[in-house]
């Protein structure tokens, strides 16, 4: 499975080592990725496949408990990639009659069960034929890029668990190749289901390399960032040409999935004038300055159809940006963002007629009560091809904690039907996230989806829930703390009331202290409830005795002949 | 205003110094509470009373920004408690007529504007005669001890800002009384605005009278806690002389809300022995093991009126404890939770007949899908008075992030009608909350209460967004970080990327860099927009003056006469 020959499409998984942008090894010192304590990494095997998931063993005699994992093959060193899964189905398929079109939705709407699908349908325990169904019709996508091998596929759509994604990238201002590699390591281990890289600085292609030979998970862009730096900057030089070159590059190499800024239209530019904060999309300000600048309509849009062209021969699936989404929750659901996600629905249909796999990006900053309506109009207008927001925010008023406001309104808009949400670091709108930062954002953002799996009923969702709950009544310290999203830090905030190795066995906790427990005084209520039970049985046993003339077997008159 | 004289309405008020337990003075070397930057305390001056705000200056050219400022005065020595603002008022209504019952929902129903309501008005930017009218309908209560003058008048209802409650109090295995009165500072430089002292380990009543003394805010207890400190921890030995004799101890110090469990009925009990989590209420299994040991009824039931009559003398205000709440969401909305809340619909139409004000406690833990039935059952059950949660969280399974998981659930319940919102800190299921923790678990809950307050269209609450967004857009940063809830970390967030001073002055972020940023360019758009506009009007004026044949003054024929 670790083979690292070349697959023959495209320049990133040949024999070559990783490209090396000095003489200084990106690479030589990342810190390493620990494991989670009592977990072990499991394959499960199914349908001839070995599907990774995290096993937690737990005390008590409790049953181990596997979660979804999205770490990846462990250990493997990163000049070498990721060993390369999907290349022996990528190749049997260009095989046995290449159409021209890789997509998993052309297979998909052609009756065929990939074995993508079939790896999917095992991690979401779901029959491989719904998997299939689902993305005929386009309500859920399979990021698989032809030329990222590597990945563990994933499908992202409202009928199955809802995901996230974590952003990462250098700029212009700070950060290198082995942090960023580090940052998507770092963010899988924690459960990022895809990773964007967001880099616009230098090294734009090394950096997107190193990421992809390495990613477990699908990898998004936004091809538009790498345009600018090639023309230097300057948006009105942006061609159509030099876009879908960019596209074939990074194709090339494996991204999954692009997002694509292609619902900015010229006439919807003036409806962001009086906005409180204008355009904050990057791509779509790019865009619109191209569109004012020659006072043309936006080339992405003019010619989306070269551009299905090249996503469908690679199997890259679009992720229709938002451009012009809100910037604040006091421009939520304006005219101009409505205006554009018309467009969205317009291009989805297109991009389906090619067989091309769409998701479509949503906002960014709006108030709870203006949620429910973003997901309402997307379902309409895009006809259920899946929801892919940004937060969105709740209120614009605290920077440095906004995983949190974000968190708040990404568990509602996953309630609501959002496939994935993409996470917000407590560095948004102040600085570029770190470590620290980026498993800030995760972990609310793990929060958000599975408080969303639960209350859209998700099977399964409840049982870790119930596992961990069930932990923490009966004074299982460390099977809570193994359960949970984050056991190191339960535990060490549990150290911090509670040093003693003992605690971890205590039957109280440091909220009401040894004399004192409601816990306990509940499972004392449930032995008196118990034996009160029994003794109100007993008694009604001996009425019982009693009332039928005192005879041992009260039965045996009628049927002992 | 800083008059230290005894009120003559309870044992806390005197001229005496505070308590010490030891030779140790408890508040010795308490931390200093830092101002918020660019802010000032200013005292609105309004129909006789001065209300304060905290101000925030604004540059360019932006006019100043009130919020409201629960810190309360500053620079007070915590040995002699803050200045006895309400103290006049008490005064002056016990000479008028003193019927014996002192609550404001008293006064409300008799048709009088109290000070305390007038104060309110201020605050909350409405009518006086809209304060009075929803405390005297039930829909809204105004916490204010007669024996704690120090507080600065606070209403909780929802038609009011969404309020939330930090709880401190030291246990039998952590902290000091000077850490419980530096919590408190630091609770109320954050924005709560009620505060719980939870003490259940030595020294109850000093700590609290520490507290109260110091505390601008209402202050809230369990008194069951105190109770069981008096029995050695044995409930069976609890009675209702007992709790009677320890609510009037505390109601003279001054606490201004008790949260009693009244609606754990005997005949509920067994409903909790299936749950997943039993009954986790510390006062609701005390009560529970009341119950079962003595096989009766809830004395706190059953002398309900007696409490009522305590209630009423001092002004306390019931927060009816939700002691079946659930403890994880497997047990959310179960029949145990269901059927104390009926009760507590009763037990509030008895506390109404005595005029004594009333708020109910709800849970919990609730995924998002079981959220607003508590709400819509609470408002018809319990006649709209006033319902404050915890929380609920929308998962269990992330200990040391239960801030966040919970703040999902309070920003919901707060837009569906919950008027106070109680503070989760990360440390909750886990330890006892240091100084970080409640800080984390203030700012989490700000945030909800300010999303419920938009949510809900709350006049005046749009406008910081606003500002701050603007402030975002115009690169004034540091008015963003002034405006926002937590300036100094925001301003150390974007330090540590852009550590420069003059990038806070600078037209571009980290996220894009100097060459690159989106703001930028809207503003370029905005700019190209106009000129456009400009010239296709002075196009369009070109042309009219054409085609009204060239003359100058179009009108002149018509009127120049």
Redesign the interface.
């Known amino acids: 499975m670790s083979d690292k020959s070349a697959n023959g499409n495209g320049n990133g998984n040949g024999k070559r080592p990783l490209p090396q942008v000095s003489a200084v090894d990106p690479v030589a010192n990342l810190p390493a990725i620990e494991g989670f304590p009592a977990s072990e990494k499991v394959y499960v095997e199914a349908d001839g496949l070995a599907v990774p998931v995290r096993r937690i063993h737990l005390t008590g005699g409790e049953p181990a408990f596997d979660v979804y994992d999205t770490s990846g093959p462990q250990g493997v060193d990163p000049h070498h990639g990721l060993p390369k899964l999907r290349k022996p189905w990528i190749e049997a398929r260009l095989r046995d009659g290449d159409s021209g079109n890789r997509s998993q939705m052309h297979y998909a709407r052609r009756g065929i069960i990939t074995p993508e699908m079939k790896f999917v349908a095992i991690r979401e325990q779901c029959a491989p034929e719904f998997v299939r169904d689902e993305i005929a019709r386009g309500r859920a996508i399979l990021p698989a890029n032809i030329n990222h091998p590597e990945s563990e596929p994933m499908i992202i759509g409202r009928n199955f668990l809802v995901k996230i994604n974590a952003n990462i990238g250098n ?4 950060s290198t190749i082995g942090e960023e590699v580090d940052k998507l390591r770092w963010s899988v281990k924690w459960g990022a289901d895809t990773v964007m890289d967001l880099s ?2 230098e090294n734009i292609h090394e950096t997107r390399e190193w990421i992809i030979r390495n990613s477990p998970v699908p990898i998004g862009t936004v091809p538009i960032y790498q345009c ?1 730096e090639k023309v230097k ?1 300057d ?1 009105e030089k942006l061609t159509i040409d030099l876009f879908l070159e960019t596209l074939i590059e990074q194709a090339e190499q494996g991204v999954d999935y692009f997002t694509i800024h292609a619902g900015v239209r010229l006439a919807y ?2 409806y ?2 009086n906005r ?7 791509g ?3 865009m ?2 191209w569109c ?2 020659h006072h043309k309509e936006n080339f992405l849009y003019t010619d989306f159809e070269r551009i299905c062209e090249v996503m469908k021969k690679y199997d890259v699936a679009f992720s229709l940006g938002d451009g012009l989404r809100p ?4 421009d939520a659901n304006d005219r101009a963002q409505l205006a554009e996600l018309d467009t969205l629905g317009e291009l989805t249909d297109i991009a389906w007629k090619h067989d091309v796999q769409t998701m479509i990006e949503g906002p960014g ?1 709006v ?3 203006k949620i429910k309506e973003n997901v309402d109009l997307q379902m309409r207008i895009c006809k259920e091809a899946p929801f892919y927001t940004l937060g969105p925010l ?8 906004d ?3 974000s ?2 309104g990404a ?2 808009i996953g ?1 609501f039907g959002t496939a994935m949400l993409c996470y917000v670091t ?2 948004e ?4 996230p ?1 470590r620290d930062d980026v498993k800030d954002g995760v ?2 953002y ?3 989806a ?3 799996d ?4 998700h099977p399964g969702a ?1 049982k ?3 596992a ?3 932990a ?2 009966e004074f299982r310290w460390q099977d ?2 193994h ?4 056991p190191d ?2 535990k ?3 150290d ?3 040093p003693a190795p003992a605690a971890k066995g205590a039957h109280f ?8 427990c ?2 306990k ?6 032995e ?3 034996k ?2 029994l003794e109100a049985g007993l008694a009604a046993k001996a009425q019982e005795f009693k009332d039928s003339g005192g005879k041992l077997y009260a039965g045996s008159d009628d049927h002992d002949h």
Request: net charge neutral.
């Open positions: 700029s212009a201002v700070s616009t600085g600018l900057g948006p530019i003036p962001t004038a409180v904060t204008g355009i904050v999309s990057r779509g300000s790019i619109a300055k004012l600048s910037g604040s929750t006091a900053h108030a709870m009560h709740v209120t614009d008023i605290a920077p440095g904690y995983h949190i406001t968190a708040i568990a509602m309630w407590p560095k709108h102040l600085g570029l770190d972990i609310a793990k929060i958000a599975h408080a969303a639960l209350a859209k009923g409840q870790r829930d119930d961990l709950s069930k923490r009544f809570q703390f359960l949970s999203l984050d830090t339960a060490d905030f549990h911090e009331t509670l906790c440091s909220m009401c202290g040894p004399k004192f409601s816990m005084i509940t499972g004392e209520v449930r008196m409830v118990a009160q039970e």
